[in-house]
């Protein structure tokens, strides 16, 4: 089930890819994806005998990652489908491992699908091809996952600390309730701060770089044509494929640059745009949202009600943070959840065990 649920998701994905590029070329490429991942799932579930009609409707992931693309790109959508089929290559091939089964070499059949269609077609060009070669996400995908990283920081490091503070008074509601404000402030003007310092630092020293890359492709445009030649012969184009592509790319040395800058250095330049202060309040403000969760109890009640109430509305900040982890992961839902909560209560439980004994020893 789980097979066919990937088909279908990946039928809908691309078909929405398609509806949405406006380059009828890449377009027509998102097509022809579509129907053969629709023919997969047709192919399954015929070999299964289960009726496809009743099947074929997109996941919950599957319509997120779609309405995350409506706001942020759907370079985000692109990101995820490529993630999503070396991920399920891998697995097959993990598993088959583990059970001792032979490879047949067609466990990574789709990621070679789309590659031989990039390929084969003519049409493609060189700054066509570049957008399946990203390693990264889109801008907008980073913002997602930053969103969750952050809020799962602040909730299970605040939690923590409100657990052990807990256990090391005696349901004194006013301590709690100190030490998780300070608590949520010191984490997240730590975070804003750690995030400005990390997002301008790394702008000024690739900014640096890709000015020596702009130097060097000016000054010695036919080394830089090699090395982009063999970049591409290095993932499995042909030479004269890769002549081709590198022939229109040096006829546009901006083009020429932003290829070498991601393909040689590794640099997603899209990235470098962002505002080290934008990053540094998104930092703080997702912390302090995930940070204030444990706390909201001790606002209006103390004791063991309040703990009780902050554990139970920690363990759905929990369970939430870890479904939305499965939009980058692909994983089961329920399987990441409530991975994430146990992960989180395990590391309360210990704070809150050390801050009993710490407490038994100050009273004794």
Known sequence: MNAIQTEIDAWFLYSKLAENEEDEILA??????????????????????????????????AKTINAIGRIFGYDYVLGALMDTEKNLADAVVSQKKKHKVK?????????????????????????????????????????????????????VSNFSLVMGIAGATTGGQEGVLLAGIAGLLAGALSMALGEWISVKSSQELYENQMQLEMEELETNPEGERKELK?????????????????????????????????????????????????????????F????????????????????????????????????AITLFTGRNVLFSGFRQVIFGLMAAAITFGIGKLIGVSIAG
């Open 28 to 61: 027509d490429v998102f097509r022809q994806m579509s129907e053969i991942e629709l023919s997969h799932a047709k192919a399954f579930a015929d070999s299964n005998k289960l009726d496809l009609n009743e099947m074929c409707h997109p996941s919950w992931r």
């Open 103 to 155: 490879l047949t070499g067609n466990e990574d059949s789709h990621v070679r699908i789309l590659r031989s269609i990039l390929d084969n077609d003519t049409r493609i060009a060189g700054h066509q091809l570049s957008r399946f070669e990203k390693r990264h996400r889109s801008v907008g995908g980073n913002a997602i996952r930053a969103a969750v990283l952050g809020g799962n920081d602040g909730l």
């Open 230 to 286: 063999l970049i591409y012969m290095a993932k499995g184009i042909p030479e004269v494929e890769a002549n081709r592509i590198v022939d229109e790319l040096m006829a546009d040395t901006k083009l020429a640059h932003s290829i070498l800058v991601k393909e040689e250095l590794g640099i997603n330049a899209e990235e470098l745009k962002g505002s080290a202060m934008e990053a540094a309040l998104s930092s703080f403000f997702l």
């Open 288 to 323: 302090a949202i995930g940070a204030i969760i444990p706390v909201l109890p001790f606002f209006f009640w103390s004791g063991i009600t309040a703990i009780i109430l902050s554990t139970c509305f920690s363990v759905v900040g929990l369970f939430l943070i870890g479904s």
